[in-house]
């Protein structure tokens, strides 16, 4: 017998040890990574069904898998952040819209919303400068309506001040560049605050001629946007 045999035969078993531990991490690596994929796709399909409980849950998870790319994890976290944001819960959504920003600096759709949530918290100087930068981002989006989407908030931010001719000269901006549904109802919310009921019935019909062509859902409206919808779909009731 040779008796380096067993030193030799220690030294195969160690290596094909290593060798099935690489195995097992690798392939450990890539289910991982199938599963991140496939946390964010039920994520956002529990969101489509508007099952907001699951919705958060599944972004969660996809964000602890640790396996997605920066920026795919800066848009869980944007998804979440707008979830939370219909539970009233503007803390967490806004703590989830800074995460985001952190991950892509160049987010503009995450500091349009967190300015929102931050007027509607009250802090109208941190407001103002998210929505300042959103405005500055316009050229890293690639969506048609990003920039009349992201007036319409800014002008929201002049209504919550009382700042009434201020937040329609925005909306006059955002009109210049499209009839996007969105704008419409922030302009039939702010004639609403003004006490100017019959434009806020005339943008409110037109609003929802605008969501039935445009595609537009308002089944995910904030709270402070529902309340103010119920408010509008009364007075359009009234004679």
Sequence with gaps: MNPLTPLCLLKWSLKSAVVAMLLIVNQCHLQADEDGKKL???????????????????????????????????????????????????????????KAIELDPFYGSAYSLRGYLRGLSGQYELAEKDHMMAMKLVTESKWEDYLPWVLQHYADLWRRQGQFEKALEICSKAFEKSDYAAIIFRRAWIYLDMGELDKAKADFKRFKRECERQNYSTDLLWPDEQIAFNRLSRISQSE
Excluded at 54 to 83: F, H, N, V
Aim: proline fraction near 0%.
């Design 40 to 98: 964010s796709n039920q994520a956002a399909a529990a969101e489509e069904e508007r099952d907001i409980d699951l919705a958060i849950e599944l972004y969660s998870r996809a964000i602890k898998s640790g396996d997605l790319s920066t920026s795919q994890q800066a848009y869980m976290y944007y998804r979440r952040a707008s979830l939370w944001a219909h539970y009233c819960e503007n803390g967490r959504a806004i703590d989830d819209f800074t």
